[in-house]
């Protein structure tokens, strides 16, 4: 059974950097053609994708986000780290972390955690 | 970048109503296309793969149809927790990223 966790800060002041861990079981991210990817959303809005990483430590990025984001991953702990830097209010939002493969569906996905931006 | 727009933004139905939500992409996925279900509090969650096949699971009023830049998604008679919001979702190979459409609220009418 595959399952994913998402960990980190609930509340960050606007410049801040976030830093979000993703920590999974039931697979390992050094089997080829498997991923995990970031995905995040905003109070009332729709989803979001981020940012994913390969097996192969590969990485893809939101066009509209990659200047801000670096994704990272540690095998031997099975965890997948996400940060943003420069955080703003509009970033307010729950943040999933979801397996993927080289097919490019999300599944399952970690509960998520929701991450407010203020002062 | 591969735009996914869904329609209609709201649907409102009763339970036993088909239900029927289309989600049109700008430039063809051909069958990379998926579709997710997601209720208040809860995480998304896989229906449909490949634009046409179940994920483990999931009941079988739920249906996905197309390929290209057309796809729909096609529950035959809504149960009371079918109302939810749902997403289509597709994978690029050039350049290789995600996008999700803005999603279809799905309500009791």
């Known amino acids: 059974q595959i399952t994913l966790k998402e960990s980190g800060p609930t509340l960050v002041k606007p410049t801040q950097t976030l830093t979000l861990t993703c920590t999974f079981s039931g697979f390992s991210l050094s089997t080829s053609g498997l991923s995990v990817g970031w995905v995040r959303r905003p109070p009332g809005k729709a989803l979001e994708w981020l940012a994913l990483i390969f097996w192969d430590d590969d990485k893809r990025y939101s066009p509209s986000l990659k200047s801000r984001l670096t994704v990272t991953k540690d095998t031997s702990k099975n965890q997948v780290v996400l940060t943003m830097t420069n955080m703003d209010p509009v970033d307010t939002a729950t943040y999933y972390c979801?397996?993927?493969?080289?097919?490019?569906?999300?599944?399952?996905w970690g509960q998520g955690t929701l991450v407010t931006v203020s002062s | 970048d591969i735009v996914l727009t869904q329609s209609p933004a709201t649907l409102s139905l009763s339970p036993g109503d088909r239900a029927t939500l289309s989600c049109r992409a700008s430039q063809s996925v051909t069958s990379y296309l998926a579709w997710y279900q997601q209720k208040p509090g809860q995480a998304p969650r896989l229906l449909i793969y490949g634009a046409s096949n179940r994920a483990t699971g999931i009941p079988a009023r739920f249906s996905g149809s197309g390929s290209g830049t057309d796809f729909t998604l096609t529950i035959s008679s809504l149960e009371p927790e079918d109302f939810a919001v749902y997403y289509c979702?597709?994978?690029?190979?050039?350049?290789?990223?995600?996008?999700f459409g803005q999603g279809t609220k799905l309500e009791i009418k």
């Open positions: 979702q597709q994978r690029s190979n050039w350049p290789s990223m995600y996008t």
């Open positions: 979801a397996h993927s493969d080289h097919r490019g569906w999300f599944d399952p």
